[in-house]
C-alpha cells in the first residue's frame, strides 16, 4: 500500500490531537471569582483617579499607597529621590523611641523618653514655634515632651536638639537597617548652609511607605513603643493628608514644606483596611496646589479602603455584627 492511507497512522494522528486539545484546555487559567474580579476594578478605578490627579499638576509628583493588610502597591515616579521636609521627623522620631526601648534592655549611652533638657535659647532656628515662647534655663522638657513639639507643630528646634541626641548617624544606620538606601537625614533642620552643598534630607515615596510598614508591623519596636509613637504621631491633624478626610479617621503623618516643595506621609487607618500613603512633590509652581494634590491622593486612597474594610469579598456591604 504505497498510496493509500494508513489506518494505524490515523489512528496515532487524533490520539495526539486529543493530547493536544487536552494538554491546551488544562492551560486555561480559571475565570476569576466575582470578589476578586470586583475589588480588582475598583483598584484599576483608584489608579485612573489618581494618575489623573497627578496628570493635572504642575510639577514633579511622587505617590506609593501600600495597602498593609495584603501588601498590594501604587507607584508613580514612586522610586524618585525627593527633598523630605519635615517628613524626615519620623525616622528621628523612631530612633528616638528604638534607643528608649534598648535602654529597658540595659543599654548604655542611649537617649530616652524621659530624659531632661533645660531650654538654651541658642538652640532656637526658623519656625520654632514653640521653643521660641520658653524660659531660657528655666523650661525644663523631656524628650518626649520634646518629640511632641517636633510632630505636633513641627518645632525645628525640638529636632534639631532630638537630632543631636539620638544622633544622625544612628537615624540613618536604622534607615539601612530596613533597608531603605535611598532615606538620608544629611542635616538639621533649616541648615541652608548644608543644603546649598547638596546635604538635603531625601527620601522616596516608596521607601517612606516601606518605614510606615515597618512600623506598623512591629518590625523596629515592640507592640507597646509602636502603639505610642503611633499615639504621638497621630496628633497633627491640620497637615494634607487628612484634609478632606472625616474627623473621626486617625491618621498617624508627619507633612513637610520647603519652598517648592510639600509632601505628606502617614498611616491612614481606614476601618479594618489601613493602608499607608506618601505624597512627595517638587519643582512646584503652585505650593497650595501642591498641598490640594496631596489631600485629593489621600481621599481618593481613603475612599477606596474604606470600601474594601466594610464589603465581603463579592462586594456586599454586610451589617455590623449584632445588628440586622
Known amino acids: 500500500m504505497c498510496c493509500g492511507?494508513?489506518?494505524?497512522?490515523?489512528?496515532?494522528?487524533?490520539?495526539?490531537?486529543?493530547v493536544l486539545a487536552a494538554n491546551a484546555f488544562g492551560e486555561q487559567k480559571p475565570e476569576s471569582t466575582p470578589g476578586e474580579t470586583g475589588s480588582d476594578l475598583l483598584w484599576k478605578r483608584l489608579e485612573t483617579r489618581v494618575h489623573d490627579i497627578a496628570d493635572k499638576f504642575d510639577g514633579v509628583i511622587g505617590i506609593a499607597?501600600?495597602?498593609?493588610?495584603?501588601?498590594?502597591?501604587?507607584?508613580?515616579?514612586?522610586?524618585?529621590?525627593?527633598?523630605?521636609?519635615?517628613?524626615?521627623?519620623?525616622?528621628?522620631?523612631?530612633?528616638?523611641?528604638?534607643?528608649?526601648?534598648?535602654?529597658?534592655?540595659?543599654?548604655?549611652?542611649?537617649?530616652?523618653l524621659d530624659d531632661t533638657y533645660t531650654f538654651d535659647p541658642k538652640d532656637l532656628v526658623e519656625d520654632s514655634r514653640i521653643m521660641a515662647g520658653l524660659t531660657a534655663g528655666v523650661t525644663h522638657l523631656t524628650n518626649r515632651d520634646l518629640a511632641q513639639f517636633m510632630?505636633?507643630?513641627?518645632?525645628n528646634a525640638a529636632a534639631n536638639v532630638l537630632i543631636d541626641r539620638v544622633g544622625k548617624d544612628n537615624v540613618n544606620a536604622m534607615l539601612r537597617g530596613l533597608g531603605l538606601s535611598k532615606t538620608m537625614l544629611r542635616r538639621k533642620m533649616i541648615d541652608i548652609v548644608a543644603a546649598r552643598k547638596g546635604d538635603e534630607n531625601v527620601a522616596t515615596p516608596?521607601?517612606?511607605?516601606?518605614?510606615?510598614?515597618?512600623?506598623?508591623?512591629?518590625?523596629?519596636?515592640?507592640?507597646?513603643?509602636?502603639?505610642a509613637l503611633m499615639k504621638q504621631l497621630s496628633t497633627l491633624k491640620q497637615s494634607y493628608i487628612p484634609r478632606l478626610l472625616p474627623e473621626s479617621v486617625q491618621v498617624a503623618n508627619k507633612p513637610g514644606d520647603l519652598e517648592a516643595v510639600r509632601t505628606d506621609s502617614g498611616i491612614v487607618f481606614a476601618a479594618n483596611r489601613p493602608f499607608?500613603?506618601?505624597?512627595?512633590?517638587?519643582?512646584?509652581?503652585?505650593?497650595?496646589?501642591?498641598?490640594?494634590?496631596?489631600?485629593?491622593?489621600?481621599?481618593?486612597?481613603?475612599?477606596?479602603?474604606?470600601?474594601?474594610?466594610?464589603?465581603?469579598e463579592y462586594g456586599r456591604v454586610l451589617p455590623v455584627e449584632g445588628k440586622r
Open 5 to 18: 492511507e494508513n489506518p494505524h497512522m490515523k489512528l496515532v494522528a487524533l490520539a495526539v490531537a486529543l
Open 151 to 155: 510632630v505636633a507643630v513641627s518645632d
Open 276 to 312: 499607608a500613603i506618601s505624597v512627595m512633590t517638587a519643582y512646584d509652581r503652585d505650593e497650595r496646589a501642591a498641598e490640594r494634590v496631596i489631600s485629593e491622593v489621600a481621599l481618593e486612597a481613603y475612599r477606596y479602603f474604606e470600601m474594601r474594610g466594610k464589603v465581603s
Open 65 to 112: 499607597i501600600l495597602d498593609l493588610t495584603d501588601g498590594r502597591t501604587f507607584s508613580l515616579n514612586a522610586d524618585r529621590i525627593f527633598p523630605t521636609a519635615s517628613s524626615i521627623k519620623i525616622a528621628v522620631l523612631l530612633e528616638l523611641y528604638r534607643q528608649d526601648q534598648e535602654t529597658h534592655s540595659g543599654a548604655k549611652a542611649k537617649a530616652r
Open 206 to 227: 516608596e521607601e517612606m511607605v516601606r518605614l510606615l510598614d515597618a512600623i506598623y508591623k512591629d518590625k523596629v519596636l515592640n507592640k507597646e513603643s509602636t502603639a
